[in-house]
C-alpha cells in the first residue's frame, strides 16, 4: 500500500505490504534503528515513539495506520552535538545501563511531561508502567525524568497540562 | 501476521458497506488487543475496517440520555482523552478514574472506549463502568442497554457488523472503582464499580466472571445500609468465576467483597 507520513520532520512516500508494522517501518526501511524491539508481544515499550505527538508501542501500531500522520523517533529528538533535555538528563543521572530501553523510555518521559504528569517520583514510576527495564536501573531513570521534566516546564516550551482544547486529538 | 486487505472508511455507510462485501472482515479501532492478537496469528480477518477516520464516533458531550442526565462518550476517545476530559473530570470522575487506571500510558493514548466495549475482555476496566452507571450503547441504528450489553466471555450483543458509536453514562451522585491490578499486565484482577444513583445503588464488577455483570446482592444490601458491614453479610458465590495461575475463583469472589467494601468506606468518608 502507498502511504505518506513525516517521520522526524521529513516527508516520507512509501510502498509497504498492509501487514507491516510501524516500528518495522521504521528499522528496516528507513534505517531508524534507535527505535528498539525488545518484546514484540507489546509489553516492553522499548519501540515507544511519538505517533502525532503522543507515545505508542509501534510494534503494536501498523504502518498504514501512521497515513497522514506525524512520527517521531529518538533520532528525531536531538542530535550528538545537541542532546535533548530529557536525553542530557537520562546522561546526567546515569539513567541507563545497557542502554536497550532508553530510547522508548526517554520518548515515554517525554511525552509524560507534555501531558502535564507530576513529576514526583510515584506519579513518574506510574507513568512509565509501559516500559521496562530488564537492568532494573528504574531509581536512576525516575530521578533523570524529573530533572529532565523540570528543565522542560523551565523552558516553558512542554509545560501546557492537557485541556479540553487539546484532547480533540486524532487517536484511533 | 497473515496478510489482508486495510481500508480506512470516512463514515460509518462506507464502513459497514466495506463489512457486507468482504469475506472475513474485522473493525479496527484503537488495535491495543487486535494487532497483538493478528501478530500472534490468533485473529487473521481478511480485510481490516479501520474506524479511526469515521467522524460520527467521536466527541465528548453532556446529554440527556435514556437514563438521565448522561455524558455522552464518543467511541473513538482514547483513554487517555476520557481521563483527562474537562467535562467528565468535572462531573463523571468516575470514569476519568476508571479510564486513567487502564493498561499503560501507550495503550491510553491509543486504546479507545468503543474498541474495548466491543472486545468485552473479561479483566477489562470500562465494562464494570458500563453496568454501574447505567450506559446506553448506541450503534449506528440501535440502543443497546449496559445491561443487555455484556454475554459472555469476548461476547457481547452486537452483532459481527454493528459499530459502537458512542456510550451514555448517568451522572451518578457519587461513585468509585476500586481495582485490584494485575502488576504485569495492568488488567484487573477483579474491579469492582460502586455508583449511588437517584434510583438506587448500582454495583459493576469486571474481572471476576467471564464478562462483567452487576452484584445485585451487594446492591439490594448497600441499598438498605450502605456500610461496610452491609458488605460482609452477602454471600458472594464463586460458582462460574475465573480461575486461573494468578487468582482462584474463590479469591475472586473473596476480592469483590474487599474491595466493595473499599468502595464503601471511600465513599462513606
Given at each position: ?10 516527508v ?145 516550551s ?12 486524532v487517536?484511533? | ?16 458497506d ?36 469515521v ?71 470500562l465494562?464494570?463502568?458500563l ?18 450489553f ?120
Open positions: 500500500m502507498k502511504l505518506t507520513m513525516t517521520v522526524n520532520g521529513q516520507q512516500d512509501l510502498d509497504v505490504p498492509a501487514n507491516t508494522l510501524l516500528v518495522n517501518l521504521l528499522r528496516d526501511k528507513l534505517g531508524l534503528t534507535g527505535t528498539h524491539v525488545g518484546c514484540d508481544t507489546s509489553q516492553c515499550g522499548a519501540c515507544t515513539v511519538h505517533l502525532d505527538g503522543r507515545a505508542v508501542k509501534s510494534c503494536a501500531v501498523l504502518a498504514v495506520q501512521a497515513q497522514g500522520a506525524e512520527v517521531v523517533t529518538i533520532e528525531g529528538i536531538g542530535s550528538t552535538d545537541a542532546l535533548h533535555p530529557m536525553q542530557d538528563a537520562f546522561r546526567e543521572c546515569h539513567a541507563l545501563q545497557c542502554g536497550f530501553c532508553t530510547p522508548g523510555m526517554i520518548m515515554q518521559a517525554i511525552d509524560l511531561v507534555q501531558q502535564g504528569s507530576s513529576l514526583e517520583p510515584e506519579s513518574i514510576r506510574q507513568g512509565l508502567e509501559g516500559n521496562l527495564c530488564r537492568c532494573t536501573g528504574y531509581q536512576n531513570i525516575v530521578a533523570a525524568v524529573a530533572k529532565g521534566g523540570a528543565v522542560l516546564r523551565a523552558d516553558g512542554q509545560s501546557a497540562p492537557q485541556t479540553a482544547a487539546n484532547t480533540d486529538r487517536e484511533g | 501476521m497473515y496478510a489482508f486487505d486495510y481500508h480506512r472508511p470516512d463514515s460509518l455507510t462506507a464502513a459497514r466495506l463489512f457486507a462485501n468482504a469475506e472475513d472482515p474485522m473493525y479496527l479501532s484503537g488495535g491495543m488487543t487486535l494487532i497483538p492478537s493478528m501478530k500472534q496469528r490468533l485473529a487473521a480477518p481478511s480485510d481490516l475496517i479501520d474506524l479511526s477516520a467522524a460520527e464516533l467521536r466527541g465528548i458531550e453532556r446529554v440527556q440520555g435514556p437514563a438521565g442526565d448522561s455524558i455522552r462518550v464518543g467511541a473513538l476517545s482514547c483513554h487517555n482523552e476520557v481521563a483527562k476530559h474537562a467535562l467528565i473530570q468535572q462531573h463523571l470522575p468516575v470514569l476519568a478514574q476508571v479510564a486513567g487506571a487502564i493498561g499503560d500510558n501507550q495503550v491510553r493514548n491509543r486504546g479507545t472506549l468503543g474498541g474495548s466495549v466491543a472486545n468485552s475482555d473479561p479483566a477489562a476496566d465494562p464494570a463502568a453496568l454501574a452507571l447505567q450506559a446506553t450503547v448506541h450503534t449506528q441504528d440501535r440502543q443497546i442497554s449496559g445491561d443487555s455484556f454475554l459472555d466471555l469476548f461476547e457481547t450483543a452486537l452483532a459481527a457488523d454493528d459499530i459502537v458509536v458512542a456510550i451514555d453514562f448517568a451522572i451518578p451522585r457519587r461513585a468509585t472503582y476500586q481495582k485490584f491490578r494485575h502488576p504485569a499486565s495492568g488488567y484487573a484482577v477483579v474491579g469492582v464499580l460502586v455508583a449511588e444513583h437517584a434510583n438506587g445503588i448500582r454495583v459493576g464488577v469486571t474481572g471476576a466472571g467471564p464478562c462483567a455483570f452487576r452484584a445485585c446482592a451487594l446492591e439490594d444490601a448497600l441499598s438498605e445500609s450502605f456500610t461496610e458491614a452491609a458488605v460482609d453479610g452477602v454471600d458472594v458465590p464463586d460458582a462460574g468465576f475465573n480461575s486461573d495461575v494468578h487468582a482462584s475463583a474463590e479469591y475472586r469472589a473473596h476480592l469483590v467483597k474487599v474491595l466493595s467494601k473499599r468502595a464503601v468506606a471511600k465513599l462513606s468518608a
